[in-house]
């Protein structure tokens, strides 16, 4: 099979792992007789040194013409003092509305290689734990009406939250089949106490579990969230949530798995075609040196196989490849705490070698 996948490197360390992961597809579709071609378009900052904005409608054609996206990292100081429109990590919320991507599926996986990582007690997570976090991703605060005005104590700033009964729907049916897929256990989080649009997102989702009997649905209130995924991750396998909320709290997800740089992400949407990222940012501050950790782009480019592409096997073996670098003791500077540590570049080689 034949296979195009547009490449968005973007900034800071964006590109060198994005290269790794390419280098891994390649290695896989030798294997398995694939074809895997990819074309680079520009996005966030270095869009903006080149074309003065951080979006440019040849990117949002390219990646539309694509099979699949892979996306690197955007942002940096360089680009900090920008108005909001132009800052670079406003193409990410452009990429994904022009994309249609609804869902963002992030899981939090804590590997037993890395266990010494993670922050919350050994007896915390004896067992480890694995959390699909499923966020809505176009609707919501971040999309809602917002401005400025003159109100009572003078200027004042809001943002709209605003959900329909199709976009609950939607990404309820997403996160119904993911729970169905593995443990069949849901979460839906909300703050329905107090907000009008959480109680319209609990009455919709509350509908749909009507058509999955063989999923357990319960509701969480997201302040109640937060504290659990720290006193007891393990009692999550699958969670819903709005597009704010799923934005918080993923990234506390992906920090009792002891590091960021490990974890990948998929934004999918009616079709096949998906962007794929890890959930890190850009690093400026290591680019160029050696020193990113490839690995949660990689198996972006693992989750791009498997959601986009339907191959499973291909997916599983880059997976596999990675669990066991890690339970050889191989690390990035990351993971490393101090001691001997591989470069970009030969964590790739290792994972390479395991395919």
């Excluded at 943002?159 to 169905?180: G, K, P, Q, W």
């Excluded at 509908?207 to 209130?221: F, K």
């Excluded at 909320?245 to 920090?255: K, R």
Aim: glycine share 10%.
């Amino acid at each position: 099979m034949r296979y195009n996948i547009g490449l968005l490197k973007g900034d800071g360390i964006g590109p060198e792992i994005v290269e790794s992961a390419v280098r891994v597809l390649e290695t896989v579709g030798k294997k398995f007789g694939h074809e895997f071609v990819f074309t680079d378009y520009d996005i966030g900052g270095a869009a903006l040194d080149k074309y003065g904005i951080p979006l440019p409608d040849a990117t949002v054609e390219g990646c539309l013409a694509s099979d699949s996206v892979l996306l690197g990292a955007v942002g940096g100081p360089k680009w900090d003092t920008l108005p909001g429109n132009l800052r670079p990590e406003k193409a990410l919320l452009g990429i994904r509305e022009a994309m249609g991507l609804f869902t963002n599926l992030r899981p939090a996986k804590l590997y037993s290689a890395l266990k010494d990582d993670c922050p919350l007690r050994c007896d915390i997570v004896e067992n480890g734990f694995d959390i699909m976090i499923v966020r809505e991703l176009t609707g919501g605060i971040y999309f809602g009406e917002r401005g400025m005005r003159e109100g009572k104590y003078g200027e004042e700033a809001y943002d709209t939250e605003c959900y329909s009964r199709m976009e609950i729907e939607r990404i309820a049916r997403v996160a119904f089949e993911s729970a169905r897929k593995r443990k069949g256990k849901l979460t839906s989080i909300d703050k329905a106490n107090v907000l009008e649009s959480s109680r319209l997102w609990r009455k919709v989702v509350h509908e749909i579990a009507e058509q999955y009997s063989d999923v357990e649905c319960s509701d969480m209130l997201v302040d109640n969230a937060a504290m659990q995924l720290v006193r007891n991750p393990a009692q999550f396998d699958v969670i819903v949530t709005s597009n704010m909320f799923g934005d918080i709290l993923s990234d506390e997800a992906s920090q009792i798995t002891g590091s960021i740089g490990m974890l990948p992400s998929a934004s999918l949407g009616e079709t096949s075609r998906g962007l794929y990222e890890p959930i890190h940012g850009s690093a400026p501050d290591i680019a160029g040196k050696g020193l990113a950790n490839p690995i949660a782009t990689i198996l972006s480019a693992a989750m791009m196989l498997l959601y986009s592409f339907g191959l499973a096997s291909e997916s599983d073996c880059i997976v596999a490849a990675v669990d066991k670098v890690l339970d050889a003791g191989y690390r990035t500077a990351d993971i490393a705490h101090g001691a001997d540590s591989l470069s970009t570049t030969e964590i790739t080689d290792k994972i390479i070698e395991n395919i």
